[in-house]
C-alpha cells in the first residue's frame, strides 16, 4: 500500500475528472458537470467519456488515462458493474479520491464488489468517498460537484451527512435558509472514507466554524469520539441522529446496514464528546445559522423581555428545556428596568413590559439591557398588540440591534397575524434571529450556551495504562473459562478478576471440617455467616442451612453443628461437601445500591455504565453510558446525570456515600476493558455503596466474554 | 340575586353596547366599534360616550340607561376607576353579560374593587367575563368586539385565553394560518365567568368542531375537570399550559395571580380528562387545523412512505413520541407495495421508495395506500432529490389527493429548497397539511390519533359514596386529634383511619401481663412478633428486646420472659409498660413497596397520587395523579403510567403482584378525601403489595388535617 495522499486535496480539489460526464441534460452525469462550471470551480474539469466530443462546452476525454494533467479528484457516476473498471483506471492513473457517486453496492446486499473496490484503489493509494453518495461541495474552491442546488452559499459551517436523499434535500434547505457553507460531503456506504477521517482535518479548517453532522449509524466508533472531543473543545459541533425510537432504530439500521447501537449509548457519548444533539434537521440548521452569526457570550445570566406575560412563561418553560439560565438578581434587574417597566409590570425575569408596552418602552427595554454589563443575553419576546406596532417592529429592532452591535447573544421571538409575520421575514433578511415559536428562539439560545459551555471546560482523559490492575491474574482467570470452552467467568472467577483489579468483594472460604471452618473465620474475622455447600440442596434456608451474623468460635462451632443437624434431616442421603464460610456485610438499608458496569459496543468499542442498581435497573432504566478511557470529571458527570445519584448524596437525612470509591470502580472496570480483549460484558449489580470513605463492594459479578478470537472488536 | 342569564346571548348577541366607544381612532373605544362594523355583526351596536354625537357614523348615547333596546351584551372600555359606576348602570339596564376590557383590578393587586363590581353585577342578574381582556369573537354573530384583527375567519374551532396579549396575537396568528373561529373568548382575571362556564355550553355547540384553551391559573378545578371530561368525550379538547418548568411556574403565578399548581399534577389529569396538551402555541394551532380538516381514522395502522431512509427513520422516531402506531403486518405490506418499490428499497413500515423513486412512483403508492383498507393513515414524505420534482409535487398531490378525497388521514412533509417551500405553500393554500419538518407533521396525526383513542374509550366514574367506608369511626379520630389542637395524625389514629377504611394495616396490641400477650396472640394469630415497651428503652433490639418469628403460645411464653430479663439486664431501673404483640409480616424482598397518596390540591380538589416507594419516591419522582373521582380502569392506566409499573406485574421472575388491592386502596383514599373535609393529605409509604389475591399492607401512614373549617377548600 502506498502512502495516503493529503487530504486537503479532497476539500480544495485543483483538478477534477467526470467519469460518466453525459451528453443527456436528464443524467447525472450531465447534471454535475454543469454544476461544477456554473458555480464557479477554478480549476481544470476534465469530462470523461467513452464517446468523446464536448459536454457543456469542453472536450470528453475517451478515458481518464488519456489526461495529461494530474486529477485530484474522480466523480465517478455511472453504473454499478462498470465501478472496478473506473475504479482501476482512476487509480492507475493516480488520481488521489474518487467519489463514487453510484448506487448498487452494499447497501442492496453486494458487499464483496465494494470491498474490491476499496481494497485496490487503497493498494494504489486512492481514496474512495461512496459509494451511493450524491457529491461533495467546497467553498474554498468553489467545487460543487453535486447533483443537487447551485443556489448553495460559500460560509463557515462544514456538513458531513450519511443519508443521500436527506443530504441533498438538506443543501437545497441550506440555500433557503441563506445558511454558507465551507463544505458539505456526503458518506453513503463509507466503505473507506468516513465521518472521522472529514472531521480530522475539520478541526483545523480555518474556513470551517461550525460542523454539523447527519448520522445513521457508526463504525470505528472510537476514533471518531477522541475525534469528537478534539473538535468540539475547538468549535461547535452539531450532530442530528434519527433512531432514537427502538422502532427508529429498526429502520436505520435495515438502511444503511450499520448497527445504530442502543440509542441511549450514543446520547450519553456525544454529551460527553461536547457535541451538541438536535432533534429534528430544521433545528439544526438553525442552531448553525444562530450560532454562526452571534458573538459567544461572556456569562450565562439571561434576561427574557416580553410585553405578555404568558409568552414570558412559556419562554421560561423553553430555557429550563433547553438549559438557559435566567439571570435571578432581583436588585440588579430593578435598577436596570425600573423606569422602562410600568407599575404593574414585573420587574423579575421574565421582565414584563406590560400589554400596553409601547415599541418606544422596547427600544429603552432593550438599549438598557444590551449596555449592562451584568446582563449577558437577551431573549425578546412581543405579541402583538394594539400598542405594539407590528408595522414598525422591524424597523426598530434593525436601528437598535444592528446599530448596537452587540457583544453579546440576543434573539427575538414575536407572536402575531400577517404584519408580525412579514416583520419576521425582514428580520431574518437582515441576518437577525428572529422566529415565531419562542421554543424555537430558546432552543437557538440553549444550543449557543452548550457549545460555550463546551469550550470553558476542558477534561483530558486518565491514561488507562496508568491504572493499576493485575493483568496476569485477570489473563490466568480468562485462559482458564476460555480452555472450559466458555463464554462466561464463574461467579468466583468474577470476584477474582475484581480482586486483581483492586475492587472489593465479599471474602469467603469454603470449609470442609469444622476446625477449616474456625481458621477461615479468624482470617475473614469475625461476625461471618456459614452457608451449607451441597449440590443436593438448593434452598439452603429451607433446610436450615444458613445461619448469620455469628460473633465468635462458640457459635461459629453451634452453627456448624446445627447446619449438618438440619442438613442430614431435611435430606438424609444429601452429599455434603462442606460449609462456606462469609463476611457477614453490614448490609444495611441506608447503603446505596447501584450498577456499575463496561461494555464493549459495537458501535463505541469499551463503554462504561452506571445507574441505580437491584431490580429497579430494569424498572426505572435510570443508568448513564460514557465512551472510556475517560477524565475522573467525566465519571463524575455521568453519575450526576442519573436522577438516582441523589442516593449517593445522601436523601433524606442518610449521610453521603464514598463516590470516589464508585468513580474508582467505573475507571477501573473500564480499565479491565481496554487491557483485556477477551472481556465483552462486566456487571456488578449490586455495587454496595458505603458512607464516604468507607469504600463500596461488588456484591455480584457476572462477566462474559467473546466468543473467539476473531469476534473482538 | 336574580336568575343568571342565558349564555347564549354571550356567544350570540342581539345588541350590544360599547360603554366608553370613542371617537378618538387610537383609542381602545373606537377600535372595537370599528371592529363590531368592519366585520358584519347584524344586530344593532349602541355607543356610549358622555359627549354623545356621531361614531363611525352611528349615534352616540350619553348613557347605556337612554337606550330603549335591551342589551345582550355591554364591552366596556373605560379607566378602571370608573369601571363600577358602568357596572352599575348597566346592570340597572337588565344588560346580561358585561366584558370588562379595562385594567387594573387584581392583576395589580386591587382584589377589592373587582370583588364589589362583580358582587353587584350578581345581585343583579348580570355576569362579567374580565376585567383585563381583549373582548370577544362569536362567528354565528359575526361578532367581533375585540381590538384584535379583523381578519378574523368563521369555522369550527373555539378558543378560549387567559393571557390577553397573547391571546390578542394568537387571533392574529389564526388569520394567518387560515383557521376557522366558531367563537374566540379572553378570559383575563376570570372575576365572574370562567373557562368552565363557557366549556359547559362549548360540549354541545353544533358550531364548535374543536375546543383549544390556552391556561395559566386554574380555580374551580373540580367543575372543569368533570366539564373537561366531558367535553374531550364529544370533540378534540386542545389545552396548552404554560408554566411546565419550575421558573415557568413561579412567573405564571406571578403574573395570573392564580396559584398554577404542580404542573404534574396538572399535565396528569389533562390526560385523565382526555385533553391533548401542546407544548408551543404553534403546535396547538396546527392541531386544531389538522384534526379540522381531516376525518377521525377507522383504526391506527400508520404508514410512512419516503424516498429518503433518514426521513423515513426520523419519521419512526417522531411515532413513538407522539404515540402513532406503525402498521407491522410484513405480508400485507409486501402486497401492497411490491409492485411500487424498487429491488434495493423497503416494504417494511416505513416504505422506502429509494431516491430514485420520481413523481409516478410516488402517486402510485400514495394510492396503493390510500385503496387499502387494512392501512388507516399515511404519513408521506419526500426529500428533494433529482429524480423528485419538486415544481411539480404539488400539482400530483392536489390531484391524488384532493381527487381521492380521502377517507383516511394523510399528512405530508417534504424537505428541501426554495422550490420544495413553495410546493408547502402552495398545498397549504389548497388546505392540504403539508409540513415541512417532519415532527410537525407527525405531532399533528399524534394529536389527532388521542382525540380519536379518547372518544374511543368511555370510562365513567365509581361514585365514591358508594365506596363503604366507617366514616362515623374516622369522624371520632378527627375530631379528638382537633380537639387536641394538632393538624396532623399519630401514627395509630392514621392506622385507625385506615382500618376505618377497610384497608389493611398491621395488627398489634399492647399487652402488660404473659396472659395477656397471649391472649393478643390468639386474636392475631400466630407467628407473632414480641418488642419490649418502655419509655426508657430505645434501641429495642440492643436490648434484646425484640424476638420475631414466635410460632405458638410456648415460643411466646418463652420469649416474654427471655425479653423481660434481657431488659432488666440492659437497664435495671427501666420502667417497662409491657410488651408489643404485632402481626409477623412476611415482608419479602419480592413484595413491592409502592406510595399511594391522596392529597386535596389547590386547583383540582381531591387528588390520588400513585408510584414507586420508600426512598425512591424523592430520588426517582416517579409518581403519577389523577383527579377523584374516577373510574377503576383510569386508576389502573395511572398505576400503568408510572415506570416502576413493572414491578407490580412481576420483574426478574418475581410473581405478579396485587393489582386489584392497589386499585382499590386507592379509591379508599380518595373517597377519605372526598368525604372528610378536614383531612388534606394521606400518604401511605410504604404500602406493601403482596402477590395476586393476598391484598396489600398499609405500612406506614401519615394524615394531615386542614388548619381550620375556614380554611378547607
Known amino acids: 500500500m502506498t502512502g495516503k495522499p493529503d487530504i486537503k486535496y479532497l476539500f480544495e480539489p485543483r483538478t477534477v475528472a467526470v467519469i460518466g460526464a453525459s451528453h443527456n441534460p436528464e443524467k447525472i452525469g450531465y447534471k454535475i458537470v454543469e454544476n461544477i462550471l456554473a458555480c464557479g470551480y477554478g480549476g481544470n474539469v476534465y469530462p470523461i467519456n467513452p464517446e468523446g466530443g464536448e459536454i457543456l462546452g469542453i472536450s470528453a476525454y475517451k478515458s481518464v488515462a488519456d489526461v495529461k494533467e494530474d486529477i485530484d479528484v474522480a466523480v465517478i457516476t455511472i453504473p454499478a458493474k462498470s465501478v472496478y473498471e473506473a475504479v482501476r483506471s482512476c487509480a492507475d492513473k493516480g488520481v488521489k479520491f474518487s467519489l463514487v457517486i453510484s448506487s448498487g453496492f452494499s447497501e442492496i446486499g453486494d458487499v464483496e464488489s465494494e470491498k474490491k473496490i476499496v481494497s485496490y484503489a487503497r493498494e494504489h493509494g486512492m481514496r474512495i468517498i461512496g459509494p451511493n453518495i450524491f457529491g461533495m461541495y467546497g467553498a474554498k474552491a468553489s467545487f460543487n460537484a453535486t447533483f443537487g442546488t447551485r443556489d448553495v452559499l460559500p460560509g463557515d459551517v462544514a456538513i458531513i451527512t450519511q443519508s443521500g436523499a436527506l443530504g441533498i434535500s438538506l443543501m437545497g434547505r441550506t440555500a433557503v435558509d441563506k445558511l454558507g457553507l465551507s463544505s458539505m460531503f456526503s458518506l453513503g456506504n463509507k466503505s473507506d472514507i468516513d465521518e472521522s477521517d472529514l472531521l480530522e482535518y475539520l478541526i483545523d479548517d480555518p474556513e470551517t466554524k461550525i460542523i454539523m453532522m447527519y448520522i445513521e449509524g457508526i463504525k470505528q466508533g472510537e476514533r471518531l469520539v477522541s475525534l469528537l472531543r478534539k473538535a468540539a473543545k475547538k468549535k461547535p459541533v452539531i450532530v442530528i441522529k ?8 429498526i429502520a436505520a439500521a435495515s438502511h444503511t446496514g450499520a448497527l445504530a447501537g442502543a440509542d441511549n449509548v450514543f446520547s450519553d457519548i456525544m454529551k460527553q464528546c461536547g457535541v451538541i444533539r438536535a432533534e429534528s434537521i430544521q433545528e439544526a440548521l438553525d ?31 423553553a430555557c429550563e428545556k433547553y438549559s438557559v439560565n435566567l439571570f435571578d438578581d432581583q436588585e440588579t434587574l430593578k435598577k436596570i428596568f425600573a423606569p422602562v417597566v410600568p407599575a404593574f409590570g414585573s420587574m423579575k425575569n421574565p421582565v414584563d413590559l406590560t400589554g400596553q408596552a409601547t415599541l418606544e418602552n422596547y427600544k429603552t427595554a432593550i438599549e438598557a439591557a444590551l449596555q449592562n454589563k451584568d446582563i449577558h443575553s437577551i431573549i425578546c419576546l412581543g405579541c402583538e398588540t394594539a400598542f405594539f406596532d407590528a408595522g414598525k417592529i422591524s424597523e ?11 457583544d ?9 397575524g400577517a404584519r408580525i409575520e412579514e416583520c419576521i421575514k425582514e428580520l431574518k433578511d437582515a441576518n437577525i434571529p428572529a422566529f415565531s415559536d419562542v421554543y424555537e428562539s430558546v432552543s437557538c439560545m440553549g444550543a449557543l450556551y452548550a457549545s460555550y459551555r463546551n469550550t470553558k471546560y476542558a477534561v483530558e482523559s486518565t491514561d488507562p495504562q496508568k491504572i493499576k ?57 469475625y461476625p461471618v455467616v456459614l452457608k451449607i455447600v451441597s449440590r443436593d440442596i438448593i434452598h439452603k434456608s429451607d433446610a436450615g442451612g444458613v445461619i448469620v451474623n455469628l460473633e465468635n468460635e462458640n457459635e461459629l462451632m453451634d ?12 435430606k438424609p442421603d444429601a452429599h455434603i461437601e462442606g460449609v462456606q464460610v462469609s463476611e457477614m456485610l453490614a448490609k444495611l438499608t441506608k447503603d446505596a445500591e447501584v450498577i456499575a458496569g463496561a461494555i464493549r459496543d459495537k458501535s463505541f468499542g469499551p463503554v462504561v455504565m452506571y445507574g441505580l442498581g437491584g431490580i429497579y435497573v430494569e424498572v426505572m432504566n435510570d443508568v448513564s453510558f460514557r465512551s472510556y478511557p475517560m477524565a475522573k470529571q467525566e465519571i463524575l458527570d455521568m453519575i450526576n446525570e442519573t436522577r438516582s445519584s441523589k442516593l449517593l448524596a445522601g436523601v433524606r437525612g442518610s449521610s453521603r456515600k464514598d463516590v470516589s470509591a464508585v468513580i ?36 455480584d459479578v457476572r462477566i462474559l466474554l467473546a466468543k473467539s478470537k476473531e469476534v473482538k472488536k
Open 408 to 416: 453579546k447573544p440576543v434573539v427575538f421571538s414575536f407572536f402575531g
Open 242 to 249: 434519527a433512531g432514537r425510537s427502538r422502532r427508529g432504530a
Open 396 to 406: 426598530m429592532i434593525k436601528k437598535t440591534y444592528l446599530e448596537a452591535r452587540p
Open 664 to 699: 474508582d470502580t467505573l475507571a477501573k472496570l473500564g480499565t479491565i476493558l481496554v487491557r483485556h480483549d477477551d472481556i465483552t460484558d462486566i456487571e456488578v449489580n449490586p455495587l454496595v455503596v458505603y458512607d464516604e470513605n468507607k469504600g463500596a463492594l461488588a456484591l
Open 559 to 570: 452453627a456448624y453443628q446445627a447446619i449438618m443437624f438440619n442438613a442430614k434431616k431435611y
Open 469 to 525: 490492575i493485575d493483568d496476569k491474574a485477570i489473563e490466568s482467570v480468562i485462559k482458564k473459562a476460555l480452555d472450559d470452552g466458555r463464554q462466561f467467568l464463574m461467579p468466583y472467577e468474577g470476584e477474582a478478576v475484581m480482586a486483581a483489579a483492586g475492587i472489593r468483594v465479599p471474602r469467603n472460604y469454603i470449609a470442609a471440617t469444622i476446625e477449616d471452618a474456625v481458621k477461615c473465620a479468624e482470617k475473614i474475622g
Open 287 to 317: 442552531w448553525c445559522k444562530y450560532i454562526s452569526e452571534t458573538r459567544q457570550p461572556n456569562g450565562e445570566n439571561t434576561v427574557i423581555l416580553t410585553n405578555g406575560g404568558g409568552m414570558g412563561v412559556m419562554a421560561a418553560d
